[in-house]
Antibody, heavy 126, light 107 residues
Framework: QVQLVESGGGLVKPGGSLRLSCAASGFTFSDYYMSWIRQAPGKGLEWVSYISSSGSTIYYADSVKGRFTISRDNAKNSLYLQMNSLRAEDTAVYYC???????????????????WGQGTLVTVSS | EIVLTQSPDFQSVTPKEKVTITCRASQSIGSSLHWYQQKPDQSPKLLIKYASQSFSGVPSRFSGSGSGTDFTLTINSLEAEDAATYYCHQSSSLRGTFGQGTKLEIK
């Protein structure tokens, strides 16, 4: 069965850095796009970033662009999120999620998140 | 950025009731709309993809409909285990966005 296990969260001071990891199992990791999504305490979901199966295509939300870097190691079945210049507003549970694609009859593709990890909490506070 | 607005924000319902949650997009997104369920202290789970297609293993009481800007998640014959927050998500643009969530409380 598909399993996604995040790690690396913790307490960090504003301006600090943290690296999150997501260990994947139960599927061929190198075949799938992957994504990070976060949820501030008591708030809704916010998409953060995603990366293509090869790592050649990457997108970021404007709120993290220039500060966060997504990467992957297909040999290790792992996804990463390097977070620099952290701010209080980055405090959240960070989920990794597998990206699945649906193609309609005209060949137009759309993606969704079919499996999510349990999340890791990042707290940015002095 | 495409904004998704869900209604209601909160609903208190009784078991066996039929529930309808709506999601309105700020511009047309075709059928690129998906629904997730998040129970307390759990990660979100996919319910419906591409507006109306049920994800594997999801109970048949959950269904989705709509296209363009207006979408609906329907839960027929609500069960106590359906207490959760429900989110819509659009992927018409590569930088997808989520609705603010609808919290369902079971009386």
């Amino acid at each position: 069965q598909v399993q996604l296990v995040e790690s690396g969260g913790g307490l960090v001071k504003p301006g600090g850095s943290l690296r999150l990891s997501c260990a994947a199992s139960g599927f061929t990791f190198s075949d799938y796009y992957m994504s990070w999504i976060r949820q501030a305490p008591g708030k809704g979901l916010e998409w953060v970033s995603y990366i293509s199966s090869s790592g050649s295509t990457i997108y970021y939300a404007d709120s993290v662009k220039g500060r966060f870097t997504i990467s992957r190691d297909n040999a290790k079945n792992s996804l990463y999120l390097q977070m620099n210049s952290l701010r209080a507003e980055d405090t959240a549970v960070y989920y990794c999620a597998r990206v699945a694609w649906y193609y309609d009859s005209s060949g137009l593709g759309t993606y969704y998140f079919d499996y999510w990890g349990q999340g890791t909490l990042v707290t940015v506070s002095s | 950025e495409i904004v998704l607005t869900q209604s209601p924000d909160f609903q208190s319902v009784t078991p066996k009731e039929k529930v309808t949650i709506t999601c309105r997009a700020s511009q047309s997104i075709g059928s690129s709309l998906h629904w997730y369920q998040q129970k307390p202290d759990q990660s979100p789970k996919l319910l419906i993809k591409y507006a109306s297609q049920s994800f594997s293993g999801v109970p048949s009481r959950f269904s989705g409909s709509g296209s363009g800007t207006d979408f609906t998640l329907t839960i027929n014959s609500l069960e106590a285990e359906d207490a959760a927050t429900y989110y819509c998500h659009q992927s018409s643009s590569l930088r997808g966005t989520f609705g603010q969530g609808t919290k369902l409380e079971i009386k």
